[in-house]
């Protein structure tokens, strides 16, 4: 399973990012998606996960209100506003929520916020 995440970049404070996450060679109908972050010297954590129809999502604390999770086609999208420096790092998208059960990590976009 090969996920491509895009859409990461440079923003200000307050600013707005919207990521995706595309599938190759397989269609992503059958799969919880989730989107994760690795800031600099932290783990990696969930941020915000969808399931299969769209029906049920999760937010971090520190992001709800900011993020909203989204799916259509064969891909899954993270709308980010009013983004924060603490939202900085690299963002993956994997099958699930638990990045712990992650078997391989794609690229990831990296996103950074600074004034």
């Known amino acids: 399973l090969q996920l491509v995440e895009s859409g990461g970049g440079l923003v200000q404070p307050g600013e707005s990012l919207r990521l995706s996450c595309a599938a190759s060679g397989f269609t992503l109908d059958y799969f919880d998606i989730g989107w994760f972050r690795q800031a600099p010297g932290k783990e990696r954590e969930a941020v915000s996960c969808?399931?299969?129809?769209?029906?049920s999502t999760y937010y971090l604390d520190s992001v709800k209100g900011r993020f909203t999770i989204s799916r259509a086609g064969n891909t899954v999208y993270l709308q980010m506003n009013s983004l924060k420096s603490e939202d900085t790092g690299a963002y993956y998208c994997a099958p699930g929520c638990h990045p712990e059960r992650v078997d391989a990590w794609g690229r990831g976009t990296q996103v950074t916020v600074s004034s």
């Open positions: 969808i399931n299969t129809i769209g029906s």
